[in-house]
């Protein structure tokens, strides 16, 4: 299969050949792996019981879910990523704020999916054949995990379609023998390790789980729908079904993985840690499946985070090839990978990563849809691309390129959330007008909203039609096969 060479240009409807099926599958195999499966761990950590765990990952998912599907159809539309997309509200240069913010979320994932799946592979292999584990086994395990993944993500979309369709069904299999496997030892008691509810009182836990396990993951989406999207064909599926189709695929890719998270959390007795104690629990015979679920499971979700952080690096320096960008950006977050493992504590590095990247990712994915919702989904693609061609002008030039109220709409907004975000090291000092309760992802997409309609009352609600310019999608449930 040759390599991929579109970056973030817009992709011609010859090559728009997915369906919403491969949406699901792509959101669904590449979700199913140890670096979404920890996050339903944090609940249990924060010292919540069983139930209490469960509503609060379902609940904060199907929010997030609601809330973050409908950019997908921004670039079912444009034929181009959704930072790029996002050119419309923020200018041709303005968009780069969901570039940096875009990179960012996949930089860190992509981060966390290599740490924990390397530290459950390192743990699995001692057990098996007694390998020591010191930095050395590490370094390797990481390095193999690191390079597996740049393979796959430098080849492309489709290379990772294929995967996710792969791991679709192979990771369910290892899941449902993880099961199995730990069964015989799960409890619904809340863990007496974790001590107590983390925040003193039930709710402010339970709202903090919600939004770091829960919430968090459809965040993390907010600039990568559109990679899959692109390459599917407003003229032959609908705006509703490929709506469908994300709700479906992130909904059932979030919260299989995180629910059997939580449930080997408790059966694993893992207050503190995941990967250690979800090792040591294992039985015997589950230990190659759960080798297997680490390593391939690791590859197709952090390739599709780093193909993901090479399209925005891409977008960022447009001179720079998707696949040299794809490298570069392997090299930082593999670098980072090591930062975590020997520097941070994991639930801590992971709750203040989620949080502080949901506040201000938040403000950007509220401005990008009311835009979207003004202009009626419809956009200039040929427009979108002037920065990319090095050019000027366009109906998206605005001032210099920036579209200086949305671009301030979301600077308050993202401060606001960083003001009211409540970190295991950092409190913000919004805090006390709620009650100590983080909402900061509330405040910041309310506040980055309100400011945007504000600063742009006199807004177009959808650019004049000229011919071979324009992207719009039906609206009409048609048809067209899935």
């Known amino acids: 299969m040759p390599i991929e060479q579109r970056g973030v240009d817009t992709i011609p409807e010859a090559e728009r050949t997915s369906g919403p099926r491969d949406l699901v599958s792509i959101l669904l195999g590449s979700n199913l792996c140890l670096g979404v499966i920890v996050f339903g761990w944090l609940p249990p950590s924060f010292g919540l019981g069983w139930w209490a765990s469960v509503s609060s990952v379902v609940a904060g998912t199907v929010v997030g879910t609601v809330f973050t599907a409908p950019l997908a159809l921004i670039s079912l539309r444009t034929g181009t990523n959704l930072s790029t997309s996002s050119g419309a509200q923020f200018g041709v240069r303005g968009r780069l704020v969901g570039s940096v913010v875009g990179l960012l979320l996949a930089l860190g994932y992509t981060a966390l999916t290599v740490w924990i799946g390397g530290d459950v592979m390192a743990g699995v292999l001692g057990r098996l054949f007694g390998l020591p584990q010191g930095g050395a086994t590490y370094a390797v395990v990481y390095g193999l995990l690191a390079a597996a993944t ?9 290379v990772l379609l294929a995967m996710s369709k792969v791991l679709a069904y192979g990771m369910t299999a290892l899941l449902v023998l993880g099961v199995i496997a730990y069964a015989p030892d799960f409890t619904t008691a809340a863990l007496p390790e974790a001590g107590g509810h983390l925040l003193g009182g039930f709710w402010p836990t339970w709202l903090l789980a919600a939004v770091a396990a829960g919430l968090s993951g459809p965040i993390a989406f907010i600039t990568l729908l559109g990679d899959y999207t692109r390459y599917i064909s407003p003229a032959r599926f609908s705006s509703r079904r490929v709506l469908h189709a994300t709700w479906l695929g992130l909904t059932l890719g979030l919260l299989v993985p995180q629910l059997f998270g939580t449930f080997t959390a408790y059966a694993a007795r893992a207050a503190l840690d995941y990967a250690g104690p979800l090792v040591d629990a294992a039985p015997a015979w589950y230990l190659v499946p759960l080798l297997l679920a680490a390593s391939a499971g690791s590859v197709g979700n952090a390739g599709l985070m ?9 977008a960022i320096l447009p001179r720079a090839s998707r696949a040299r960008a794809t490298c570069a950006v392997a090299v930082v977050a593999t670098a980072c990978v090591f930062a975590g493992h020997y520097t941070w504590e994991a639930q801590s590095a992971m709750t203040s990563f989620v949080l502080l990247l949901t506040a201000i990712g938040t403000p950007w994915a509220v401005v990008t849809m009311i835009g979207s919702v003004r202009c009626r989904g419809v956009y200039d693609a040929d427009a979108l691309q002037v920065f ?16 200086v109220p949305a671009t301030f ?7 606001v959330g960083v003001l009211a975000v409540s970190l295991p090291s950092y409190e913000g000092p919004l805090l006390s007008l709620t009650g100590g309760v983080d909402c900061s992802f509330l405040l910041s997409g309310l506040v980055g909203g309100v400011v945007y309609v504000l600063c742009t009352p006199g807004a177009a609600v959808a650019p004049a039609p000229e011919e071979g310019l324009l992207a719009s999608c039906p609206t009409e449930s048609g048809g067209g096969r899935a």
């Open 306 to 314: 780093l193909y993901s952080m090479g399209l925005d690096l891409d």
């Open 409 to 415: 709409a979301w600077a308050v907004g993202a401060v």
């Open 150 to 158: 740049v393979a796959g993500a430098v080849y492309g979309y489709r």
């Open 388 to 403: 990319n061609r090095r050019a000027r002008g366009g109906i998206y030039w605005y001032r210099s390129g920036w579209n």
